[in-house]
């Protein structure tokens, strides 16, 4: 059904995701460094140069760590061609299972 179509979607909400990240990190690493010499300075500049912009960076993170769990279990899901149900319930389906207990999908 629509597994290859949720993966998509995923996939491209990571690459935002991830864009977003980087693009916060170069954000928080020009403003205002250029004339710090000293690496504690620029690290305390960077902290504090721009809180909100730190603590959405940093929020994304979260989000990108559960983002990649989903993209790699909906991954499975799409190429085993199972839907959300049966993958969490594959003990229930012994009727779709060969003799070798492999799961199969028709």
């Known amino acids: 059904g629509n597994q290859k179509y949720f993966l998509i979607f995923i996939c491209c909400m990571h690459v935002g995701q991830m864009c977003y990240i980087t693009s916060t990190f170069y954000y928080l690493t020009r403003i205002g460094t250029a004339g710090l010499h000293n690496l504690g300075t620029k690290l305390l500049h960077f902290l504090w140069a721009d809180p909100y912009a730190l603590f959405l960076g940093a929020f994304q993170c979260l989000g990108v760590t559960g983002n990649t769990f989903l993209v790699m279990r909906a991954g499975f899901n799409a190429l085993a061609n199972l839907t959300v149900n049966e993958s ?7 009727y779709v299972s060969d003799d070798g207990n492999q799961y199969l999908n028709p």
């Open 88 to 94: 969490m319930n594959i003990r229930r389906y012994v």
